[in-house]
C-alpha cells in the first residue's frame, strides 16, 4: 500500500512560482512511476508530469517548458516545480503513484493505483 500526501498549493499572481511537493510512504517497490495531475472545475483530471525511479520524465504539452518535475528516491519526494504560472493553470493538483507501472509517457487516470487528496493552485491574473 501507497500513502501519498500533497503539500505546497496555495494562491500566486500570473507569471509566479509554486513548488508543488508529494511525500510517499509505505512499500514500494524500485521500479515505479509517479505523475503530476490537476483537475480544474468541470473538467476532467489530465496528466501533466511523471517521472519513473530511473529519472526519466515526460510532460504534457500545456506545461512542457514552464513546470519541472523531479524527485528525491532516499526521502520517497516527489516535486513539481511550476514557473510562469497562468490563471488557466488554476486546479486541483494531485500526487499519483504505481509500483507496477513504468510510464513512457504522461498517463492517463486510469494507469495509477494510488492517489493523494490533492492541494489548490489558484492563479490570479
Known amino acids: 500500500q501507497v500513502q501519498l500526501v500533497e503539500s505546497g498549493g496555495g494562491s500566486v499572481q500570473a507569471g509566479g512560482s509554486l513548488r508543488l511537493s508529494c511525500a510517499a510512504s509505505?512499500?514500494?517497490?524500485?521500479?515505479?512511476?509517479m505523475a503530476w495531475f490537476r483537475q480544474a472545475p468541470g473538467m476532467e483530471r489530465e496528466g501533466i508530469a511523471a517521472?519513473?525511479?530511473?529519472?526519466?520524465?515526460s510532460y504534457s504539452d500545456s506545461v512542457k517548458g514552464r513546470f519541472t518535475i523531479s524527485k528525491d528516491n532516499a526521502k520517497n519526494t516527489l516535486y513539481l516545480q511550476m514557473n510562469s504560472l497562468r490563471p488557466e493553470d488554476t486546479a486541483m493538483y494531485y500526487c499519483?503513484?504505481?509500483?507496477?507501472?513504468?510510464?513512457?509517457?504522461?498517463?492517463?487516470?486510469?494507469?495509477?493505483?494510488?492517489w493523494g487528496r490533492g492541494t489548490q493552485v489558484t492563479v490570479s491574473s
Open positions: 509505505g512499500y514500494m517497490y524500485r521500479s515505479y512511476c
Open positions: 499519483a503513484a504505481d509500483p507496477s507501472v513504468r510510464c513512457t509517457r504522461v498517463p492517463d487516470r486510469a494507469d495509477l493505483d494510488f
Open positions: 517521472i519513473n525511479w530511473d529519472g526519466t520524465t
